[in-house]
């Protein structure tokens, strides 16, 4: 027998739909701001970033579907649409002769350059400058809280 859900009450209501709004209503906003700034989606931009901070602009697959979160279907679909676009290339991995390796083109470089300092001013006046230092530090530290017990609850799920 299944115990009745603990429901939310009023205040947790409004405090988790909140975060739903904002979480939806953010993501879209930036989305929309790339593509119509850079011409890049929000994926195509967190492949970019990944490719661009990484040591020689190269990463392994699985290292960049680790980054991002993805499923190996989703990250070879993605990857092939860009790499028609130019903006990156799967090349042999010298490591590994079985393995593959994405790099950042010139072209994936100059665009993640310019769409990065516009994201950066868009984010800014959405989000960074209308929070003071210690909000800042409230919403950091809450976001990792979650993220850790989400972590914890999937850990958990997985073992079971």
Same mark, same amino acid.
């Given at each position: 027998m299944t115990e009745d859900p603990r429901w939310l009450d009023e205040d947790e209501s409004r405090a988790w739909r909140s975060i739903i709004d904002m979480h939806e209503g953010l993501a879209e906003f930036l989305d929309r701001r790339l593509r119509t700034d850079s011409g890049l989606s929000t994926a195509d931009y967190r492949v970019l970033v990944h490719?661009?901070?990484? %040591?020689?602009?190269?990463?392994? %697959?699985?290292?960049?579907?680790?980054?991002?979160?993805?499923?190996?279907?989703?990250?070879?679909?993605?990857?092939?649409?860009?790499?028609?676009?130019?903006?990156?290339t799967r090349e042999p991995c010298a490591d590994d002769l079985r393995g593959s390796v994405t790099a950042i083109t010139p072209r994936g470089r100059e665009l993640i350059g310019t769409a990065a300092a516009r994201h950066v001013a868009v984010v800014r006046a959405a989000v960074v400058d209308l929070l003071s230092r210690e909000e800042l530090a409230v919403l950091a530290g809450l976001s990792e809280r979650v993220r850790q017990q989400v972590a914890a609850l999937e850990a958990e799920r997985d073992r079971a």
């Open positions: 490719l661009s901070e990484a %040591p020689d602009g190269r990463l392994r %697959p699985r290292a960049l579907q680790q980054l991002l979160h993805w499923e190996k279907g989703r990250l070879s679909q993605h990857l092939t649409r860009m790499e028609g676009r130019g903006l990156v």
